[in-house]
């Protein structure tokens, strides 16, 4: 079974999204592995997407990500990476595919309700970032 690192944004936690995303992925027939609820401070924002810090929307994104609480979450399924991607729909709620969770909790490409890993090695990067081996059951 694949595993892949998800995030319930902090605009879908304060609309009230949480419980339906949780039931939309469990429906989609993945395994909850870990979850939790943090709040990131802007340096862990950072921290967590270094990635990106020479794009333009690091400072949007990272001010975004610690302005209130997220959940993390471990999912797995068979080709879970690409099978959670798929349910987020496109980065822009705008290009998001019917039935997505970007189209239908997302509300522009700041605010875009969930966040899910592009690959195994950010997967494990990511998941490593949050949780503790003993908290992925
Ligand atoms: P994520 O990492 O959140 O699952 O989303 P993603 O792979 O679809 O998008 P990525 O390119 O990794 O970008 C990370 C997050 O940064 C914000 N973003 N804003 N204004 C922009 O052009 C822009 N591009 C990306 C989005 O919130 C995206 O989820
Ligand atoms: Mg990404």
């Not at 949480?18 to 340096?43: C, L, P, Q, W």
């Not at 270094?50 to 797995?76: D, I, R, W």
């Not at 309700?113 to 490593?128: F, Q, Y």
């Amino acid at each position: 079974m694949e595993k892949t690192f998800a995030i319930i944004k902090p605009d879908a936690v304060s609309k009230g999204y949480t419980g339906e995303i949780i039931s939309r992925i469990e429906k989609k027939g993945f395994k909850i592995s870990a979850m939790k609820k943090i709040k990131m401070d802007k340096k862990t924002a950072e921290s967590f997407y270094a990635v990106h810090k020479e794009k333009p929307f690091f400072e949007a994104l990272t001010t975004f990500m610690s302005s209130g609480p997220a959940v993390v979450m471990v999912l797995e399924k068979e080709n879970a990476i690409a099978e959670w991607r798929e349910l987020m729909g496109a980065t822009n709620p705008e290009d998001a595919e019917e039935n997505t969770l970007r189209k239908d909790f997302g509300k522009n490409i700041d605010n875009n309700a969930v966040h899910g890993s592009d690959a195994p090695e950010t997967a494990d990067i990511e998941t490593r970032f949050f949780f503790a081996d003993i908290e992925c059951v």
